[in-house]
């Protein structure tokens, strides 16, 4: 399947899980480009699909990816690259999840981020196994603050979901019925949040100086 099919893929047939989390995540970094003006990116795990269009031309967008064939700007490991320390934001969106070790991830943005730089994260909860390539975690919002809090101050957690999205996206997940994932984006819409049932959060992070 070539680049354009898969990305037409993924904008038919999104999770609701990934929908919301990737409408929470446009609206945290179009805030974060108004009152920080991150003039230097780094986007790891970016994907087919980057969040470079939200900034401006100017700004230095760097991306980094283990997949050489979607042309990432550095190919690896992003705890083995050799990157300078001095990005304004970092983002790392549907990664941690599938990291052996979530606080030596911390500890690297950590040294990779400007004095109080951004750091911004998605990631699942109740989700269903996935590997890309490895599928380790999942953390709850306190999960995350113990985490991190050694290095990040938290910003803001934000949550999103309910039984009923749970529930749908639990009915649609079976060959029979996978073409009612169509209807993903109308059920998506469905404002009610349940703080015992998130699908998942996104986090904003800021480097402690």
Request: aromatic share 12%; proline share 4%; net charge positive.
């Amino acid at each position: 399947m070539n680049k354009n099919k898969k990305k037409l893929s993924r904008l038919l047939l999104a999770s609701i899980s990934g929908i919301n989390r990737r409408k929470i995540t446009i609206r945290h970094l179009l805030n974060i480009v108004k009152n920080n003006q991150p003039d230097k990116i780094l986007d790891v795990g970016s994907g087919l699909e980057n969040w470079s269009y939200i900034f401006p031309h100017s700004a230095e967008y760097h991306t980094v990816e283990l997949k050489k064939d979607i042309n990432p700007t550095f190919v690896g490991d992003y705890f083995k690259l050799n990157l300078q320390s001095d990005y304004k934001l970092i983002i790392a969106t549907e990664l941690i999840e599938h990291l052996p070790s979530t606080r030596l991830f911390f500890q690297r943005s950590f040294d990779l981020l400007s004095d109080e730089g951004v750091l911004i994260i998605s990631f699942p909860f109740l989700f269903k196994i996935h590997a890309d390539p490895y599928d380790y975690f999942r953390f709850t919002s306190y999960g995350i603050q113990e985490l991190a809090r050694d290095k990040f101050e938290i910003i803001n957690i934000e949550s999103h979901g309910n039984r009923l999205q749970l529930i749908w996206e639990i009915f649609v997940d079976t060959k029979i019925l996978y073409p009612l994932k169509f209807f993903n984006r109308l059920i998506a819409k469905i404002n009610h949040k349940n703080a015992s049932y998130p699908l998942g959060y996104v986090v904003v992070l800021k480097k402690k100086c």
